[in-house]
T-cell receptor, first 107, second 114 residues
């Protein structure tokens, strides 16, 4: 059974700083997704990673996938307040989600 | 291109009642998946419908059921509501064929059970 773990659960970071969110999954998965969710809102797709070594970047966010280590990372560069949200990773065909990382960026 | 729509957006019910939620997928999408989001359990997969057939099912009791119509619209039904069914219910649609299919999420229906 596929399980997905994220850490940290909460992340409070200062504007301008860098940080990484980690996503581990328990069994082989040929796809890894990252989503963003604002309070009371639905899920917004950020990245889809489909192969080992895949790296995708959008603005201050960069996601990567290591299928051998069963690990994906979401790296935040020079955080800004607008990035404050909850970030989820999900793996597998049926989207097994991680617990989410609640990110708060403060001045 | 219109996105995934869900109705109603908010719903309040009492224990023991039943509820039906609706999801209209993006035009051309044939797969609809349903997810439940709660603070305690997070995001959990309920079931997926493709071409009017349930193709995959998560670990939820039989009180949770669904169906899909020929136009790909899907409904989810929860019978004998319990307090723990209070959640945000999200549906997502995709083309649903073999291989990679990106899922697009609707705005969700927030169900409160009193």
């Amino acid at each position: 059974e596929l399980k997905v773990e994220q850490n940290p659960l909460f992340l409070s970071m200062q504007e301008g700083k860098n940080y990484t969110i980690y996503c581990n999954y328990s069994t082989t998965s040929d796809r890894l997704y990252w989503y963003r969710q604002d309070p009371g809102k639905s899920l917004e797709s950020l990245f889809v990673l489909l192969s080992n070594g895949a790296v995708k970047q959008e603005g201050r966010l960069m996601a990567s996938l290591d299928t051998k280590a069963r690990l994906s990372t979401l790296h935040i560069t020079a955080a800004v307040h607008d990035l404050s949200a909850t970030y989820f990773c999900a793996a597998g065909l049926l989207l097994i989600f991680g617990t989410g990382t609640r990110l708060q960026v403060f001045p | 291109k219109a996105g995934v729509t869900q109705t109603p957006r908010y719903l309040i019910k009492t224990r023991g009642q039943q509820v039906t939620l609706s999801c209209s997928p993006i035009s051309g999408h044939r797969s609809v998946s349903w997810y439940q989001q709660t603070p305690g359990q997070g995001l959990q997969f309920l079931f997926e419908y493709f071409s009017e057939t349930q193709r995959n099912k998560g670990n939820f009791p039989g009180r949770f059921s669904g169906r899909q119509f020929s136009n790909s619209r899907s409904e989810m039904n929860v019978s004998t509501l319990e307090l723990g069914d209070s959640a945000l219910y999200l549906c997502a649609s995709s083309f649903g064929g073999s291989g990679y299919n990106e899922q697009f999420f609707g705005p969700g229906t927030r169900l409160t059970v009193l």
